[in-house]
């Protein structure tokens, strides 16, 4: 009876070994997709760089306003220091034949020093300016559009950060299950052999190795209760929510098989990645800021119209025509100009170099996943190998053909290949989330 008890344990063992489903999991259970969907919503990472985005549409806005008119008020109240003395040369006012010149001669006015005001306003529609604001315009809305592919580049890496460490917890999440039960069947395990061992149907080194068995399942289970806590703590973060937020996860798919054109695969991460358009927006904007270096050397001209007043004399001016303002002489434009000219050079050589490192990278994740593809294959066909091994040993110790201590053996084994295809099934989902991100593919 009390063998017939011991293998039922075996096979009690085997089946754990065999991943049977146990009670789900407490707590709210989140799919991948939903991981994905509340990462894009609540990262902060995402949220900073949408921010950053918007700051740059605004500086968009703040270029254009530079093509609007510009008005210029000055007030300037006070006392005067000294008297004011205003000279009228003769004939200013005109000459008449019945009265001559008026006035007849050049006339000093004097005004005594006092309270006065004087009042400047101009209003200024620029002009030759325009041509240098739509180049500022323009390179103000590469800057947003490089922004752009920053939240792109952001956001495809929090969702492949997000796969990444789902992909993890489902892992370590279903070996956690596993090794619960197992620790629950080596108790009762070691509850017989002590039995067994009490009415001398077992020797006592038999119960030591369940033992040392229960022990390691314990430790095991501690390790990953620390792992997956630790681990749960990152994705809540990631999620933009509290650290502590319980929840769990579905479990893993099995992988399908297509195929990876390699030169496809290329062709559309030199097309689609974010780092690649934005070295591309970098060469425009660097040929822009040349170009607004160069319009340095044209004039500012507007059409203004002035209005000044002396309140003291009551003098009034008003004028309209074509303002310009030039500085003919600056030695540092050119070499500005020069520097300008360089940071385009460098721009230019950047877009190769990137494209470099994409292709390289793309062609990388391919050969990743297709390795992970063939683990995987190995690992699926040493498990079935565990699985029958376990069977057969579980057979001879029905039979007393084979040992408690070689039945715990085959046992452990059978769980070791679970747990590395566990993995292998990891790298798989892994690789190819990598690729993924490598195409540039939006999430």
């Known amino acids: 009876m009390m063998r017939v008890m011991a293998v039922s344990l075996v096979a009690m063992l085997a089946s754990v070994a065999r991943g049977q489903d146990g009670p789900p999991p407490a707590g709210e259970v989140l799919s991948l997709d939903e991981a994905v969907k509340l990462s894009l919503q609540g990262n902060r990472s995402i949220q900073n760089a949408a921010l950053q985005v918007k700051r740059a549409d605004a500086d968009v806005g703040a270029a254009k306003a530079q093509r609007l008119p510009v008005f210029d008020v000055q007030v300037l109240a006070g006392r005067t220091l000294s008297p004011v003395r205003i000279t009228v040369p003769g004939g200013a006012f005109g000459e008449f034949e019945s009265t001559g010149p008026i006035p007849s001669q050049d006339t000093v006015v004097d005004v005594p020093a006092g309270t006065s005001a004087l009042v400047s306003a101009s209003v200024a529609q620029p002009l030759s300016q325009l041509y240098k604001v739509g180049l500022g315009v323009k390179s103000n809305e590469l800057s947003r559009d490089i922004d752009r592919e920053k939240l792109r580049a952001e956001r495809a890496s929090v969702v492949n950060e997000v796969k990444r460490l789902y992909y993890t917890l489902v ?133 203004a119209v002035t209005y000044l007043t002396f309140t003291s004399v009551h003098l009034n001016v008003a004028q309209v025509g074509m303002q310009l303002k030039w500085q003919p002489f600056d030695f540092g434009r050119g070499k500005e100009l020069a520097a300008s000219t360089l940071q385009l050079e460098q721009a230019k050589l950047g877009v190769r170099e990137t494209e470099s490192q994409v292709r390289i990278d793309v062609a990388s994740r391919v050969r990743k996943l297709h390795e992970a593809r063939g683990l995987l294959e190995a690992q699926r066909i040493a498990r079935e190998a565990a699985r029958e091994k376990l ?37 798989v989902w892994t690789a190819r989330s990598d690729l993924e991100k490598a195409l540039g593919e939006d999430p």
Do not use: W
């Open 391 to 427: 069977r057969v040993t579980t057979k001879r110790y029905e039979t007393e053909a084979a040992l408690l201590k070689d039945a715990l053996q085959a046992q452990a084994t059978l769980g070791d290949a679970n747990a590395e295809y566990d993995e292998a099934l990891l790298g």
């Open 171 to 303: 892992q370590h999440q279903s070996a956690l299950q596993a090794a619960e039960d197992q620790v629950k069947t080596y108790r009762e395990l070691d509850r017989v052999v002590a039995e067994y061992v009490s009415r001398e149907t077992a020797l006592p080194a038999d119960r030591l190795d369940v033992q040392a068995q229960l022990r390691a399942g314990e430790y095991k289970v501690l390790s990953l209760r620390n792992a997956l806590a630790t681990e749960k703590e990152r994705m809540n973060s990631l999620l933009g929510r509290e650290l502590d937020y319980d929840f769990s996860l579905a479990a893993i798919p099995e992988a399908s098989f297509e195929e990876v054109d390699l030169e496809a695969a290329v062709a559309h991460a030199i097309e689609r990645r974010p780092e690649l358009r934005q070295a591309r927006l970098q060469v425009d904007q660097a040929d822009t800021g040349r170009r607004i270096k160069k319009a340095e050397y044209i004039p500012d001209v507007s059409l």
